[in-house]
């Protein structure tokens, strides 16, 4: 956390990136003190930027909100809750896969809790982390399940929530993604390959302007494009 701050003072690169990243390894670690005073500097930090258009300021921008304003925020004071943002940064960076086993099944256990004991930052969060730890410990059916269960999360009888849509968009991704490991099961091929594309497809059509969408946006055009 030292070496954030000291990158955040000298970077001219993005000084709200490491101003964030301080916060909620400060948080993780149980250190809340000064998280009301975090969001008022990176939401200046923000403001004097000269890269408000780039993907990581608009990502930083979209997290202030996960940060408390007051002290009465009672659920954001809650080590779990950022260590979820900390995962989702993992995840978001394409990190997790550098993680240790140990580290991996740390994110497991608690991404894995039941969802009422699971103080997400963005519904549907837990189960995206779940299912993208569980893929990098090679347990595919059980990644499978956490990313159905992460799309269930994100419909509201029927309708789908039009907060955090990333979690959605890579959440449809990386089920398509597992579900087309299933080729070399000549048994489930095609109906494995069919949900796949329709998966993809919804995501294309359905979800824009996220958090780093072109990354995404890249990788499904060219995997319909192979199925096609």
Request: glycine residues 4%; charged residues 30%; proline residues 3%.
């Amino acid at each position: 956390m030292k070496n954030f701050k000291e990158l955040r003072r000298c970077s001219l690169f993005s000084k709200s990136f490491y101003a964030y990243l301080t916060v909620i390894c400060q948080g993780a670690h149980g250190y809340f003190d000064e998280l009301v005073r975090w969001r008022t500097e990176i939401t200046e930090l923000l403001s004097r930027s000269t890269q408000k258009e780039s993907q990581i300021e608009k990502y930083i921008a979209r997290r202030c909100s996960k940060i408390p304003r007051a002290e009465t925020e009672q659920e954001k004071f809650d080590p779990l809750y950022w260590r979820l943002l900390v995962y989702e940064m993992l995840f978001m960076w394409n990190a997790l896969n550098s993680c240790h086993a140990s580290t991996l099944q740390a994110i497991v256990q608690d991404c894995g809790k039941p969802p009422e004991e699971l103080n997400e930052p963005s519904i549907g969060l837990g189960r995206l982390i779940l299912g993208a730890a569980l893929v990098c410990l090679k347990r595919y059916e059980e990644a499978i399940r956490a990313f159905r269960d992460c799309i269930e999360a994100r419909t509201d009888e029927g309708v789908e929530l039009p907060q955090d849509v990333h979690i959605s968009a890579f959440a449809h991704y990386e089920l398509a993604m597992l579900l087309l490991r299933k080729e070399d099961d000549d048994e489930d091929e095609g109906e494995a390959r069919e949900e796949a594309k329709r998966l993809l497809v919804y995501a294309q059509l359905n979800y824009k302007s996220f958090d780093f969408d072109n990354r995404i946006n890249v990788r499904i055009h060219s995997v319909l494009r192979k199925l096609n």
